[in-house]
């Protein structure tokens, strides 16, 4: 990891494993995340372009799904995992998730000829704004810049041209680096988003699941992607849910309430956490004022921060799952 002012200053460098032999880092592509867990489906097991229009419970306790293409399905069992804006959600009584005050542009640089950069974290930090870059693969860098924007977000524009050119305004004297990876970055790579949480306060945020019906990942807990647990959370909900539901269906259908419950609870305690510390992480790390920010970078990176517990939040430990 190698964290750098906007000036180009190197704050601090490391190797995880010279601080941490327990650490690492990988990187993957999200398209080829997912398309490598459904090529393991079999074939039509999933439909594609299906967006959810209505919700609701039938007298036999299956859930009736319509689709906006008008196409209508009953469920035993609902998992929803349709993300930060989840109808399902909505549905369950859950609130919208809350702005945090800054958002986040996103790319993805392409090298066809292969990339330059070694398997680095690369992160720089400026005032109310910060910005990194990683390799995913021989040939493609992720790159984010987040930036303060208080009052909100602003208005929601999907014009890759002016997306990029918004985004290489905000870091027009940083590094070139980061200049070049935005410009080699294809249209449909380049995003604007806010960036938002939902805390699952207890006693007053609904459960996890409802009779049959569960959330799974951001669209029960979204979390700022400060610590970059937000997707690696929804893998670990879904390690948690498959050994519950496995044990129950083979217990028959009574006991499939119980053990969606049984996930809630022992999902909570992992992901209200880190929703709190990621919000928390975001808000130093977007702090504006010259005189924490020198604090930051002359002291607190350079001569405070440790890598263990750090990391720590990065831990999991589960049973490998059996066929």
């Not at 945020?205 to 647990?229: C, E, I, R, Y």
């Not at 309430?257 to 130093?284: C, D, H, I, K, Q």
């Amino acid at each position: 990891m190698a964290v750098n002012s906007e000036d180009g200053r190197e704050l601090r460098s490391f190797k995880f494993k010279d601080e941490d032999q327990t650490q690492e880092v990988r990187a993957v592509e999200r398209r080829i995340l997912l398309e490598t867990l459904a090529n393991e489906l079999p074939p039509e097991t999933v439909r594609f372009s299906s967006k959810l229009g209505k919700i609701q419970s039938s007298e036999n306790g299956e859930t009736l799904l319509q689709l906006t293409n008008g196409t209508t399905l009953l469920a035993k069992i609902v998992i929803g995992c349709d993300g930060i804006r989840s109808p399902i959600a909505k549905w369950m009584g859950f609130s919208e998730p809350k702005y945090a005050g800054y958002s986040a542009f996103r790319g993805l640089g392409v090298y066809p000829d292969g990339q330059p950069f070694a398997a680095n974290v690369n992160y720089i930090y400026g005032r109310g704004l910060r910005a990194g870059y990683v390799p995913v693969s021989p040939t493609k860098v992720y790159w984010f810049i987040c930036y303060n924007s208080p009052s909100s977000p602003g208005p929601k524009i999907t014009d890759p041209a002016l997306l990029r050119k918004q985004a290489k305004e905000l870091v027009s004297n940083w590094p070139e680096e980061l200049i070049r990876l935005i410009d080699l970055s294809p249209d449909e790579t380049i995003s604007k988003t806010p960036l938002v949480d939902r805390w699952l306060w207890p006693g007053l945020t609904p459960p996890a699941s409802t009779g049959k019906v569960v959330l799974v990942g951001d669209a029960w807990h979204p979390m700022t992607p400060n610590l970059g647990q937000g997707a690696c959370c929804a893998l670990e909900d879904s390690v948690i849910l498959t050994k519950k539901l496995a044990d129950a269906i083979k217990s028959g259908p009574a006991a499939i309430e119980g053990a969606l419950r049984a996930y809630g609870e022992e999902r909570w305690p992992r992901v209200f956490p880190l929703t709190v510390r990621a919000n928390l992480v975001g808000s130093l790390l977007q702090w504006d004022n010259q005189l924490v920010c020198s604090i930051r970078n002359n002291i607190v990176i350079p001569k405070l921060v440790r890598l263990g517990p750090v990391l720590e939040h990065t831990n999991f430990e589960c049973e490998p799952l059996k066929a």
